[in-house]
T-cell receptor, first 117, second 115 residues
Framework: EAQVTQNPRYLITVTGKKLTVTCSQN?????MSWYRQDPGLGLRQIYY???????DKGDVPEGYKVSRKEKRNFPLILESPSPNQTSLYFC????????????????FGAGTRLSVL | GDSVTQMEGPVTLSEEAFLTINCTYTATGYPSLFWYVQYPGEGLQLLLK?????DKGSNKGFEATYRKETTSFHLEKGSVQVSDSAVYFCALTRAGGTSYGKLTFGQGTILTVHP
């Protein structure tokens, strides 16, 4: 089954304790992305990657890091989490292709709900 | 920059009622437009899309038409069901440049359908 898998689904941590949220896709997609979802703001892009070793900032990258060492994995790293990073996080993937074509449909994981105390 | 504005929610309807969720956008060029749906406890799923002006996207009884003259992509369904209760997001993406692949989302509209 084609899917994007995030782990963990729920996480409660304390300020300053480094954490990693994993994301893995089994569709051989080149493009992967992280979003955060906050009430009244919709989803905002944190980082994206167009292929292995190619990553770039989205709209809200401060306080986050990513890496893309393998095509299927795109972990999100919070080196020193703060309470303002409490949010619902989504990983997404899609194949590269002509913008707007059916190939550009992004597939989302089920989400990771993070609370930073 | 690009932006998407959705109607204020939440929206509460009775089963079989008509649904409209308004969506307007601001973007340069010719964006592609999407509606995503998020059922409770799940990730986002693509509901429908339109890639050029006057295109109509449709799926599961939902429809939306890409109106470039009014920069709108309103979601409609003639008869909602309890199972349609979810959060609906309007989104756009633009071709090329440094924003490749980025989806710009509206704030989401919570829909609750009562029996």
């Amino acid at each position: 089954e084609a899917q994007v898998t995030q782990n963990p689904r729920y996480l409660i941590t304390v300020t300053g304790k480094k954490l990693t949220v994993t994301c893995s896709q089994n569709m051989n997609h080149e493009y992967m992305s992280w979003y955060r979802q906050d009430p009244g703001l919709g989803l905002r892009q944190i980082y994206y990657s167009m292929n292995v070793e190619v990553t770039d900032k989205g709209d809200v990258p401060e306080g986050y890091k990513v890496s893309r060492k393998e095509k299927r994995n795109f972990p999100l790293i919070l080196e020193s989490p703060s309470p303002n990073q409490t949010s619902l996080y989504f990983c997404a993937s899609s194949p590269l292709g002509v913008q707007g074509s059916s190939k550009n449909i992004q597939y989302f994981g089920a989400g990771t709900r993070l609370s930073v105390l | 920059g690009d932006s998407v504005t959705q109607m204020e929610g939440p929206v509460t309807l009775s089963e079989e009622a008509f649904l409209t969720i308004n969506c307007t956008y601001t973007a340069t060029g010719y964006p592609s437009l999407f509606w995503y749906v998020q059922y409770p406890g799940e990730g986002l799923q693509l509901l429908l899309k339109a890639t050029k002006a006057d295109d109509k996207g449709s799926n599961k009884g939902f429809e939306a038409t890409y109106r470039k003259e009014t920069t709108s992509f309103h979601l409609e369904k003639g008869s909602v069901q309890v199972s349609d209760s979810a959060v609906y997001f309007c989104a756009l993406t633009r071709a090329g440049g440094t924003s490749y692949g980025k989806l710009t989302f509206g704030q989401g509209t919570i829909l609750t359908v009562h029996p």
